[in-house]
């Protein structure tokens, strides 16, 4: 229970962390701020270091808890499965 407690923190930072920079972005590539594509590029460049950081993260808590991911993936599916059976 405390690896997918700390795994959702992650992850709830990592959406906090990904909506600023999104934002940010936007605010680069809009015309009323004058963003050049040095600016775009260099938050694009922070969002994919941001996201190959949180993809390490994940796959040393897989690592860390095989069993836990596996039966964690294996509930997701099932519930995704569940929920889409009607359409």
């Known amino acids: 229970m405390i690896g997918s407690k700390r795994l959702m923190a992650e ?3 990592l959406r906090a962390d990904l909506k600023a920079r999104s934002t940010a972005a936007a605010e680069a590539m809009s ?3 004058g963003g050049s594509e040095a ?4 938050v694009i ?4 270091k941001a996201l190959g950081e949180a993809a390490e993260g994940a796959e040393d808590l897989v690592a860390d808890h095989p069993a836990a991911a596996v039966g964690s993936a ?6 995704i499965g569940r929920s889409t059976r009607g359409f």
Do not use: K, Q
């Open 11 to 13: 992850i709830e930072a």
């Open 31 to 33: 015309p009323e701020t």
């Open 39 to 42: 600016e775009v590029a260099s």
């Open 45 to 48: 460049a922070d969002i994919r």
């Open 74 to 79: 294996f509930l997701l599916g099932f519930l």
